[in-house]
């Protein structure tokens, strides 16, 4: 597929044609962005700005999108293109050619003439400008018309709108969960995916996630039956913290009890931050792991549900801390759905998800 986003300067087309091949990377299909302004500097030094030469630089263009085409590869062209005969060619000789033409009124580009092209055709200091000195004629039947004459409008919307008319593939995926966490440690990054889609992305995976976990609950549930006992309770073996046991001791406590220990689980929160695992015993003073192992499954979900349990009542400051890291236990939890087996894995797990859904409901606002 081909894409021309035609438009005068001003209008917008390359800032849309850039966040478009950005989305576009995660195709399984290859897509190469062609800037016409770039195109034009690498390659037509021997042409000028008259409408003969805009014409040439046009085919120049069209011919090497058709030759990227038969490669296999897809095109998303940012052009001015002011010739007719010139896109016609394109519908005739480029297998599924799509032209998308950005309307934008004239009095809005001068407004926004950053170069201050107009302001100089205007004035009569600078020729061959398009749309003052050489008349622009918008395409006779474009595929998508994209009015964009609103100032500082969310261009994604224009990109999405592009993507839906085309229906373009795109993998969307939430980035954080798709392997183990726990045997497979990854850096967290920042998503490509930004503001509403990647909290769709993100809320989609969650969902999934307890509905998973919802169903293999329910072949369970009659069999095995969540208590705590009493040997749970006793979480401090001589200078070690049980991290289960106190865990599980903080959820079933009142919330006068939990904050004594929150000097701990701000300790525990920062160890996690650096090792993203939660370990079965640590140093009590200190709060340093003293066991190398942290493949007991159910202490992430206790942890996730203890920092949920407090967060209510803490300052705005502390609670983007906490639920940095929820987000991330609750990562964990979703990277090792088909490890959760027992009961109370699963029980809690749920628990701890769908809280974390409540809480960030509140930012999607």
């Not at 990277?335 to 701890?352: H, R, V």
Request: glycine fraction near 4%.
């Amino acid at each position: 597929m081909v894409i021309w986003l035609i438009g005068l300067s001003g209008s917008g087309k390359t800032t849309i044609g850039k966040e478009l091949i950005n989305k576009l990377q995660y195709s399984k299909d290859k897509w190469f962005f062609l800037d016409g302004d770039i195109f034009r500097n690498i390659l037509n030094e021997d042409l000028g700005h008259t409408l003969d030469d805009r014409v040439k630089n046009g085919f120049r263009i069209s011919r090497f999108c058709e030759y990227l085409s038969n490669q296999g590869i897809n095109v998303v062209a940012c052009v001015l293109s002011v010739s007719h005969k010139n896109q016609k060619y394109n519908r005739k000789n480029i297998k599924n050619y799509k032209e998308v033409f950005i309307d934008v009124d004239f009095k809005n580009l001068i407004k926004r003439d950053n170069k201050e092209l107009y302001k100089k055709a205007l004035n009569g200091n600078l020729k061959n400008v398009v749309g003052v000195d050489i008349k622009f004629k918008p395409p006779y039947s474009p595929d998508l018309v994209i009015n964009n004459n609103i100032d500082n409008s969310d261009h994604m919307i224009n990109v999405e709108q592009i993507i839906s008319s085309f229906n373009l593939k795109i993998n969307k995926k939430y980035n954080y969960t798709p392997i183990n966490l726990l045997k497979n440690p990854q850096k967290y990054q920042y998503s490509k995916f930004e503001g509403k889609e990647f909290f769709k992305l993100y809320r989609e995976n969650r969902l999934f996630a307890l509905d998973f976990l919802k169903k293999r609950k329910k072949k369970i549930e009659n069999k095995y039956l969540s208590k705590f006992y009493e040997d749970e309770i006793i979480f401090i073996k001589g200078k070690n913290i049980i991290l289960k046991k106190f865990l599980t001791y903080l959820y079933i406590s009142d919330n006068n009890n939990i904050h004594k220990y929150k000097k701990i689980i701000d300790l525990l929160i920062k160890r996690f931050e650096v090792s993203k695992k939660l370990y079965l015993t640590y140093d009590l003073k200190k709060i340093t792991k003293t066991s190398i192992k942290f493949d007991e499954l159910l202490n992430y979900s206790l942890f996730s549900l203890v920092l949920l349990k407090l967060y209510p009542n803490l300052s705005d400051h502390e609670k983007m801390i906490y639920l940095n890291s929820i987000l991330k236990v609750n990562d964990i939890i979703v990277s090792i759905l088909n490890d959760l087996t027992l009961y109370k894995e699963i029980n809690y797990s749920i628990k701890a998800i769908s809280n974390e859904l409540i809480i960030t409901k509140q930012y999607l606002r």
